[in-house]
């Protein structure tokens, strides 16, 4: 096991099948461990990863990804019951573990979702929670690294390790302060929230995420879906962005032409990039799907009351005022929600809710910290007034009877 060091640490560099499995049988004895990774998402269907970095009691060590290709001893580590992951922003390195093995970790502890619980800011990156947490500068010169290159210098793996270096104590101070906040069950209930959302992001087809989709009619919207599985498939197949393959605005102005005639759709401005010739069949049969679906199949067009307009408004004045009081309490707004999350809370209690989800405001600790509040000011028991215009949060709200101001 080659054993780096640095002007400031020594850690483990691994770079074969059997240094791995030393350092996954060191690791098992912990019942804790923090990684982070190094990844490229521009050129490929899938991200690219190229480093993991883990540290646990007396181990640091980065995986050269690009050297050790199996690495399912160290994800199915962090499944093993009893043991704590933690990680920062830790979406991609989820989606690692749930593309190689299909598992989640057996509890996860993400510190950007704790530092939101118990603090005024989220998402904050690494380098501000390690300030703020513990005073200390991470460093920064490698940002724009490619992970790909190889060898990496001694100031890119330091780079890389100072990552993980601080997550144990970040996360045993984070620990202490939602426990003094009364807020631990908060965070289990957030990070079994957060892995359901990540895990159906990767699985379920995620077709609505197109840009420009707003507008079209339900015929538009099954030719969309059509070929955004049109496009993953083609993108998967030849690892590359979906985007690549076929831009959303493009995809957007086909759906508006309803057209499957090649002649047609290679007469649209931007479809006359050569390589997209090779795949004019495949967006004319994508096409010919959406036409051919019939009417009551195709999606959207559900029902329903639509909202009134005050509903906008009303949304963004309470998300406002919502702020202002989450800041009070230590929470960051932004973890709590946005001015459209209150607006579907309002279309909700005002009937006029039709989504097959429940608003995220209306249920676990954030209908705790929203809810009654709503339900006040909307049955007159709470007014919202103009304070200090001077203070960062300027709108004050009254309670009318026996509890007074907020």
């Known amino acids: 096991m080659t054993h780096a060091k640095t002007s400031s640490s020594s850690f483990d560099h691994i770079t074969t099948d059997s240094q791995l499995?030393?350092?996954v049988a060191r690791l098992a004895g912990h019942p804790y461990l923090a990684f982070d990774t190094e990844f490229v998402s521009e050129h490929t269907y899938r991200s690219q990863l190229c480093l993991i970095q883990v540290a646990a009691p007396d181990t640091l060590a980065v995986i050269d990804t690009l050297k050790v290709r199996e690495l399912d001893s160290f994800?199915?580590?962090?499944t093993e019951p009893g043991r704590t992951t933690v990680v920062h922003a830790g979406r991609e390195e989820m989606g690692f573990i749930l593309h190689a093995i299909g598992a989640r970790p057996w509890l996860l502890f993400d510190?950007?979702?704790?530092?939101g619980l118990v603090d005024h800011d989220y998402p904050s990156g690494y380098a501000t929670i390690v300030r703020r947490v513990l005073n200390v500068a991470t460093n920064k010169g490698e940002t724009r690294t490619d992970w790909r290159q190889r060898p990496l210098s001694p100031a890119q793996m330091e780079y890389a390790i100072d990552d993980v270096r601080h997550l144990e104590q970040i996360w045993r101070k984070l620990q202490a302060e939602l426990e003094s906040f009364g807020r631990t069950a908060w965070m289990q209930a957030e990070m079994a929230t957060w892995q359901d959302d990540v895990e159906e992001s990767f699985v379920r087809k995620r077709w609505r995420r197109v840009s420009g989709l707003n507008g079209l009619s339900r015929r538009e919207l099954a030719i969309a879906c059509e070929l955004w599985h049109w496009r993953d498939s083609v993108a998967e197949s030849r690892d590359m962005?979906?985007?690549r393959v076929l831009r959303d605005d493009l995809l957007v102005e086909l759906c508006k032409r309803k057209s499957a005639d090649e002649r047609q759709i290679s007469a649209i401005r931007g479809m006359q990039r050569s390589d997209l010739k090779h795949i004019l069949n495949g967006i004319s049969d994508a096409i010919d799907r959406g036409l051919a679906l019939p009417e009551n199949e195709c999606p959207g067009g559900e029902r329903h009351r639509a909202p009134p307009p005050q509903l906008a408004v009303l949304g963004q004045f309470l998300s406002t005022a919502i702020a202002g009081v989450c800041r009070q309490m230590s929470i960051a707004p932004a973890l709590v929600g946005t001015a459209s999350d209150m607006r579907?809370?309002?279309a909700l209690k005002l009937g006029y809710h039709a989504g097959d989800r429940e608003p995220l405001l209306a249920?676990?600790?954030r209908a705790e910290v929203v809810g009654p509040l709503v339900d006040d000011l909307l049955a007159g028991r709470a007014a919202l007034r103009i304070g200090d215009v001077r203070a960062h949060d300027p709108l004050v709200i009254e309670r009318f009877g026996a509890d007074r101001g907020v």
């Open 21 to 23: 499995a030393e350092l």
């Open 75 to 78: 994800w199915r580590l962090l």
């Open 111 to 115: 510190v950007q979702v704790a530092a």
């Open 241 to 243: 962005p979906p985007k």
């Open 344 to 346: 579907d809370l309002l």
């Open 363 to 365: 249920s676990g600790w």
